[in-house]
T-cell receptor, first 114, second 115 residues
Framework: AQSVTQLGSHVSVSEGALVLLRCNYS??????LFWYVQYPNQGLQLLLK??????LVKGINGFEAEFKKSETSFHLTKPSAHMSDAAEYFC????????????FGPGTSLSVIP | NAGVTQTPKFQVLKTGQSMTLQCAQD?????MSWYRQDPGMGLRLIHY???????DQGEVPNGYNVSRSTTEDFPLRLLSAAPSQTSVYFC??????????????FGEGSRLTVL
């Protein structure tokens, strides 16, 4: 069964600094990988997804993630943090197939310090 | 532009009571699912459905029932509420009919407290 780990339940960065949120996955087949963001008191929305095309995936709001099969990782980055990036970020994995399901990691809370 | 609609948004129950959380989507999505969100544990999958008449268990199905009689609706039933079921519940849907590669669309959540 697929699973996701996210190193660091809370990350703080200064405004303008690099954002790096870590995600490692476990899957018995080539996975589909996703990053979602949740702003306070809201549902989740998709930031970006990897579906076996390019290994470097660009998403909304300047975020990108790189799929590294050898490291079973899908880390999320943004070159320059903005105050509006403060939110909860979730990595998720899916294995595809007719009875597929999407499994989420525990999340990382990002704080941006002015 | 309703998307995924969950009701109620807030609910307080006493231990042992039963209730149903409603989820409806108007996007003709085949895939629907229920998650619970608890601090430090992310979203955990309760049940999911890949189409009308087809449901399956997720990571934490105990104490919950689902059915999928129509494409639009996917209600979650709590049979006998327990304090451990205090959580925020999210319904999500996706256009994929089999072989998931798409995006999940989330409702706004239902906050349940069990006393």
């Amino acid at each position: 069964a697929q699973s996701v780990t996210q190193l660091g339940s809370h990350v703080s960065v200064s405004e303008g600094a690099l954002v790096l949120l870590r995600c490692n996955y476990s899957s018995s087949v080539p996975p589909y990988l996703f990053w979602y963001v949740q702003y306070p008191n809201q549902g989740l929305q998709l930031l970006l997804k990897y579906t076996s095309a390019a290994t470097l995936v660009k998403g909304i709001n300047g975020f990108e993630a790189e799929f590294k099969k050898s490291e079973t990782s899908f880390h999320l980055t943004k070159p320059s943090a903005h105050m509006s990036d403060a939110a909860e970020y979730f990595c998720a994995v899916s294995e595809g197939g007719a009875y597929d399901k999407v499994i989420f990691g525990p999340g990382t809370s990002l704080s941006v310090i002015p | 532009n309703a998307g995924v609609t969950q009701t109620p948004k807030f609910q307080v129950l006493k231990t042992g009571q039963s209730m149903t959380l409603q989820c409806a989507q108007d996007m003709n999505h085949e895939y629907m699912s229920w998650y619970r969100q608890d601090p430090g544990m992310g979203l955990r999958l309760i049940h999911y459905s890949v189409g009308a008449g087809i449901t399956d268990q997720g990571e934490v199905p105990n104490g919950y029932n689902v059915s999928r009689s129509t494409t639009e609706d996917f209600p979650l039933r709590l049979l006998s509420a327990a304090p451990s079921q205090t959580s925020v519940y999210f319904c999500a849907s996706s256009p994929s009919s089999g072989g998931y590669t798409g995006e999940l669309f989330f409702g706004e959540g239902s906050r349940l407290t069990v006393l």
